[in-house]
């Protein structure tokens, strides 16, 4: 793990190819591709630094926005597409983590893919020093100013586990834990949701999930030691006499007949909107799997590898030209480029 220390410049250009995930419009009615208003999240190291514009009812936004950052010890940059949503929290689109070892030269032109759907065109800068040897404690500063005196502003952070993206969910129904099957407790922000398969955790067990999730893409270049799961479900439209709950999403399967599938093997009951998002894994205990790993000493894969590329995803596509990064020493007059907050993390 190698540790950056410098200034850091960073254009972020366009996105392509970004899609709406199943979590957000699992009760939608309407079919067909669905417009978004995607904007940026940046961070380092988990800590946010700086926030693109919002772009309207698109799924190819354009932004060309610069921002200039000072980082210290840093290890990774996060970039977050989200959608604007008009009544809060913001839904998760995609996102992608950079680790500063990634990145070989001092100027980068990039295109980075996103999970689980898109591509991003960044510009990225750096100048300073990179080195190995990790602080011996990491304490975030924040600048002072009046930008930053928001501090019960919203931010959702994504907690990454074996391709799912969880996030706190304020749950608005009772639901069970489709890990340990155990009711969730709480008044707000209940338990972990993940954005792409929907399935339902205590945060307490967020961090067991054993299982990939089904809508991460397929990468071959996982390292280190993986458990793989291939037991299909055999699904079938079922009739439930009393209330039952999905052990996938954890919510109740509404209706009077035809609720709801269930697998003939292992007998667990799923939504009929949920049923392409279950993992295969039948015949197997989540919880009682998840601690026979823990004991023999696997971890579950928080950070997956970027697949980077220098090159456009839609080469003969034209129209989408992107300007170089400006020069930083001539914008002494004009329009200044807008800085991010400062991102310090000292060593005591």
Not at 113 to 142: A, Y
Request: glycine residues 6%.
């Amino acid at each position: 793990m190698k540790f950056f220390n410098g200034s850091m410049t960073l254009k972020i250009c366009e996105a392509h190819d970004l899609k709406p995930t199943d979590c957000s419009t699992r009760h939608q009615i309407a079919k067909g591709a669905l417009l978004i208003d995607p904007y940026i999240s940046v961070d380092v190291d988990d800590n946010e630094v700086a926030r693109t514009t919002t772009k309207t009812k698109t799924l190819t936004p354009v932004w060309n926005e610069n921002f200039v950052t000072e980082v210290h010890n840093g290890r990774t940059i996060g970039l977050t597409v989200f959608h604007d949503a008009a009544i809060p929290p913001d839904d998760f689109v995609a996102n992608c983590s950079i680790p500063f070892e990634e990145i070989k030269e001092k100027t980068n032109d990039l295109w980075v893919d996103l999970e689980p759907n898109g591509q991003i065109h960044i510009v990225l800068e750096l100048q300073g020093s990179t080195s190995e040897e990790p602080p011996k404690e990491r304490v975030f500063k924040e600048k002072e100013g009046l930008l930053n005196r928001r501090r019960g502003a919203m931010r959702r952070r994504v907690h990454q586990v074996n391709g799912h993206k969880f996030m706190a969910t304020l749950l608005r129904q009772p639901t069970f834990c489709s890990l340990c099957r155990d009711f969730i407790w709480g008044l707000w922000n209940q338990g972990y949701q993940c954005q792409v398969c929907t399935c339902v955790v205590h945060k307490r067990c967020h961090k067991s999930i054993v299982t990939k999730c089904p809508g991460s893409k397929e990468d071959g270049s996982e390292e280190g030691p993986r458990v793989k799961i291939n037991v299909p479900h055999r699904f079938s439209v079922h009739n439930y006499k009393r209330p039952t709950f999905c052990d996938h999403c954890g919510s109740l399967l509404y209706g009077i007949v035809k609720q709801g599938e269930q697998c003939g093997d292992c007998k667990i009951n799923v939504h009929k909107r949920c049923k392409k998002n279950v993992a295969n894994s039948c015949g197997i205990n989540p919880k009682e799997f998840a601690k026979v790993i823990r004991d023999i000493g696997l971890t579950p894969d928080t950070r997956k590898k970027p697949s980077i590329s220098t090159d456009s995803p839609n080469k003969d596509k034209q129209g989408r030209l992107t300007s170089p990064l400006p020069d930083l020493e001539k914008k002494k007059n004009g329009n200044k480029i807008p800085y991010m907050r400062s991102h310090t993390v000292a060593s005591m």
